[in-house]
């Protein structure tokens, strides 16, 4: 089964969109030049039925796609790969319960349609969206199993620290635990690499938490508290040295190894190093595909791809749109 | 003849009056002008310090539209504004007037910006502080460019009474005294020559 799972990975692979095509799509002058683009790649066929281009109608597409392919993978996977990959993705239904709560702080209304909803990640966002304010939001979210400890946590660190951040950090760490669990579902082979891009995704995490402190004055204790202990490569008593540093060449000096995500936070260019981190990754898992062809890995590796083509589509379409000058928009791109 | 608004009467008490009418002008004029020279000393420098800082502004904003941008491509919309919607708190400034030669000026006493502190994560957090930022500069623009307003507004005011004065009503009043005194010294002479001749008759009918 997951050799079948593979196979039709690297058939899908094929039909991604290349960097330079990415990047041939970024210097469109307007989005109709931008679809025209568009029309020679794998979107083609969802491109006929659209009655009108904007931003948003792209950005809905391509979301459909991701979420499609999403559901694709996780149809065809074998049952105890299905079982991490849900797990995997879950950071995509963190992001949409962050959202809502994000505009539950301010009681702004909530577009439930923009949000990736996963078919097998099933969440009462209609619920949520409907709650009150942010402790009814997250005393709803307790109700769902998966999330019942961190709905406690959550409001308790709400109501001591009277911002998201915390709430965030508790959804976070609730998600690498139970990935890093999960990792005892896929084979042997495969634990490895998925483990090492978890915890290079843990540090890096952990690289945009520690140094606020020291750049936009943020408490540390609250900090500390927001740090992701015990997943990463990195120590965490190295982190807590960084909530503690007084200069950035200190802070360069203890994340050494994650030199070119951490410069460009210390010069404030977060797009830059969330790019960069994205990039890390991704390479990460482009450097070892060679020699896991026909492992599981190799699936998971093709989700990262398309996960930085939606990505970049959607960044693409919104410099078009937009018109964000693309000399600047270049570095943004995931792929590039 | 008459100066504005003034019906002029040739004597010597009117002439008194309209001199001291004059030296009181005089006196205003000194001292609109010394007013004048006070306010244009005082909008230079803080001209220059509005052009200064929004040099300053310019390129904070430039820099924070920059990652403001690349973070909304990057996050879309929607997610940019969920953040957005996040921020609590009203932008509270408080501001008392300052004199400067009469001229009532506004003055930040302070300005409380709602708080991007311990609200935001990352990758928004670097454009929440730029922008926090930049409402404190546009605080200090909005501050100094109505002083220099209120001063400019007073400078043309003044300017525009000091050469009213200048040009218009003390000439005016200048040669209203010289009418005046004209009027008043032929009609001095006048009487002279009349009494010379009333003199030279009585001495003729004395003689007779």
Not at chain 2, 188 to 200: G, H, Y
Request: hydrophobic share 40%.
């Amino acid at each position: 089964m997951s050799t079948y799972l593979v196979v039709r990975c690297h058939a899908r692979m094929r039909k991604l969109i290349r960097p330079e095509e990415m990047k041939r799509l970024l210097r469109s002058e307007s989005l109709e030049e931008l679809v025209e683009g568009l029309s020679r790649t794998e979107y083609r066929l969802l491109l006929k039925d659209l009655k009108h281009v904007d931003v948003d109608v792209l950005y809905r597409l391509y979301t459909d796609v991701f979420r499609s392919r999403l559901e694709w993978l996780y149809r065809n996977s074998p049952e105890r790969f299905k079982d991490f990959l849900a797990e995997y993705c879950r950071r995509f239904e963190i992001e949409n319960i962050m959202q809502v709560l994000r505009r539950k702080v301010t009681g702004s209304p909530v577009d439930i349609g923009r949000l990736v909803r996963l078919s097998f990640l099933p969440m009462d966002y209609k619920a949520l969206s409907e709650a009150p304010g942010v402790s009814e939001c997250l005393e709803l979210l307790g109700k769902t199993p998966t999330y019942r400890k961190a709905s406690v946590e959550s409001r308790e660190l709400y109501e001591r620290y009277g911002t998201l951040l915390p709430v965030e950090a508790v959804l976070k760490k609730l998600y690498y635990t139970s990935v890093s669990k999960a990792l005892s579902l896929l084979p042997r082979q495969d634990r490895k690499l998925v483990g090492e891009v978890l915890a290079v995704s843990v540090d890096i995490e952990n690289c945009f938490t520690s140094v606020a402190s020291l750049l936009y004055g943020y408490s540390p204790p609250l900090v500390r508290e927001m740090l992701i202990r015990g997943l990463g490569k990195i120590s965490s008593t190295v982190f807590l040295r960084v909530v503690d540093a007084s200069s950035t060449s200190e802070v360069l000096e203890l994340l050494a190894p994650y030199r070119d995500v951490v410069e460009a936070i210390l010069e404030g260019r977060e797009e830059v190093a969330y790019v960069r981190s994205r990039r890390m990754i991704r390479d990460l898992l482009l450097s070892r595909s060679v020699e896991r062809t026909m492992d599981l890995s190799y699936a998971l590796m093709y989700m990262e791809l398309f996960e930085d083509e939606w990505r970049d589509l959607c960044f693409v379409t919104y410099a078009v749109g937009y018109n964000i000058p693309r000399e600047d928009a270049v570095n943004c791109l995931i792929c590039a | 003849m008459a100066v504005v608004g003034l019906r002029v009467r040739p004597t010597k008490g009117f002439l008194l009056e309209l001199k001291d009418v004059l030296e009181t002008i005089r006196e205003g004029y000194k001292l609109l002008s010394t007013k004048r020279d006070e306010l244009t000393s005082r909008l230079k420098p803080l001209i220059d310090e509005l052009a200064k800082i929004r040099s300053e502004a310019m390129v904070e904003i430039e820099e924070a539209l920059c990652s403001f941008r690349a973070i909304y491509g990057m996050l879309g919309p929607d997610v940019v504004d969920a953040y957005a919607a996040m921020n609590r708190g009203l932008l509270e400034v408080h501001v008392v007037p300052l004199s400067i030669m009469g001229v009532h000026t506004p003055m930040l006493r302070s300005a409380e910006i709602p708080s991007v502190k311990d609200k935001f994560g990352p990758p928004v957090r670097s454009v929440a502080t730029k922008l926090g930022r930049i409402v404190q500069s546009f605080l200090k623009i909005v501050e100094l460019e109505s002083r220099a307003e209120a001063i400019a507004l007073d400078l043309e005011r003044t300017n525009r009474i000091v050469n009213a004065l200048e040009k218009i009503i003390i000439p005016e009043l200048e040669e209203t005294i010289r009418y005046i005194e004209d009027v008043l010294e032929e009609e001095s002479l006048e009487e002279f020559v009349r009494l010379k001749k009333i003199r030279a008759l009585l001495e003729r009918r004395g003689g007779t």
